[in-house]
């Protein structure tokens, strides 16, 4: 399957979306693995390995970057070592996606699912919740959600409440790419993010680039 979807209409930024169709054997076949990687893999669940198939496949097809090259900080942060570069993977399912940029950003991509409705106050504050009413639905929640993550992912650290500590912009989601604000509030510090975010049938993602 080649890639579902290239964005690059946002400055220093390149989003790679890949819908994922093929089999674990392909992306084996397809990167040169460290043996260790091959052991590892083979004890780990069948979908988590696939996802995991499939993130490092994609960064090597459109950077030329291996999994040797990549490491993560205490919080699940992905850094690139040596390289001048920002990375961010997200799966959800049968998608796989991975945001690169000079930028500090964070990329979220999640698919619809009734589930988002039974904990959206797990990750809204009450005016957030308040704000999102009108247009409630699986999409305005998942939008919402892919924000915050995105988020997460940009600041990279432990220990954060998505509900009390990242405010958002609640929009109705549209199809075309969309600009917003968000900041997170953490050590008495704000830390501003500009947003965009999509609207797909299957699918909402967000990226959060520090400002």
């Not at 939008?143 to 954060?160: L, M, N, S």
Request: charge should be neutral; proline fraction near 3%.
């Amino acid at each position: 399957m080649p890639i579902f979807q290239h964005i690059k209409s946002i400055k220093d930024v390149e989003i790679y979306i890949w819908k994922v169709d093929e089999p674990d054997v392909f992306f084996l076949n397809e990167i040169p693995w460290e043996k260790q990687q091959i052991n590892w893999l083979e004890s780990i669940h069948p979908i988590k390995r696939l996802e995991y198939l499939a993130s490092r496949f994609l960064i090597y097809h459109v950077a030329g970057i291996l999994d040797s090259h990549l490491y993560k900080n205490e919080a699940g942060k992905i850094y690139l070592k040596n390289k001048q570069q920002n990375i961010s993977i997200s799966h959800s399912l049968n998608f796989t996606a991975v945001a690169l940029s000079k930028n500090i950003i964070g990329f979220d991509l999640q698919c619809y699912s009734d589930k988002i409705v039974r904990v959206s106050k797990r990750f809204l504050s009450m005016q957030e919740l308040i704000k999102i009413k009108p247009f409630e639905s699986i999409h305005s929640l998942t939008r919402a959600w892919t924000i915050k993550e995105a988020i997460y992912k940009a600041y990279g650290q432990k220990g954060i409440q998505f509900n009390r500590q990242i405010e958002i912009d609640i929009e109705s989601p549209k199809e075309e790419i969309q600009l917003s604000k968000a900041k997170m509030i953490h050590n008495l510090t704000e830390t501003h993010y500009e947003i965009y975010s999509q609207l797909h049938a299957d699918f909402s993602w967000s990226l959060a680039q520090e400002v």
